[in-house]
């Protein structure tokens, strides 16, 4: 079982920024993918971000890429997203997920862990 626990989540302003961050308690975390997905009221879950296992390749929801940028620290066992520019349509519950493979995926179906999320607030 890999505990995952997320933080940074808050209520700002449009324009505004915010760090997330998702300590892990997984062994293998140095060797798996790593997600930031998130939901919004009414809505279904959503991918936001990936990163590789060695903290290669990132991939960006086409909504948040150029604002929104996923990194790691292996010797942490951490995961981290930040987001610029923030928008009213970011509010959400954002989750960080742990990843079967060792590469970059946006299917939720590759993650076999889930944090249990950390609310994102972003007024106009």
């Known amino acids: 079982q890999v505990l995952l626990v997320e933080s940074g989540g808050g209520s700002v302003q449009a324009g505004d920024s915010l760090r997330l961050s998702c300590a892990t308690s997984g062994r293998t975390f140095s060797s798996r993918a790593m997600g930031w997905f998130r939901q919004a009221p009414g809505k279904e879950r959503e991918f936001v971000a990936t990163?590789?296992?060695?903290?290669?390749?990132?991939y960006y929801a086409d909504s948040v890429r150029g604002r929104f940028t996923i990194s790691r620290d292996n010797a942490k066992k951490t995961v981290y997203l930040q987001m610029n520019s923030l928008k009213p349509e970011d509010t959400a519950v954002y989750y960080c997920?742990?990843?079967?493979?060792?590469?970059?995926?946006?299917?939720?179906?590759?993650?076999?862990?889930w944090g249990q999320g950390t609310q994102v607030t972003v007024s106009s």
């Open positions: 990163i590789s296992a060695g903290a290669g390749p990132q």
């Open positions: 997920a742990f990843g079967r493979y060792t590469l970059v995926t946006g299917r939720p179906s590759d993650y076999d862990y």
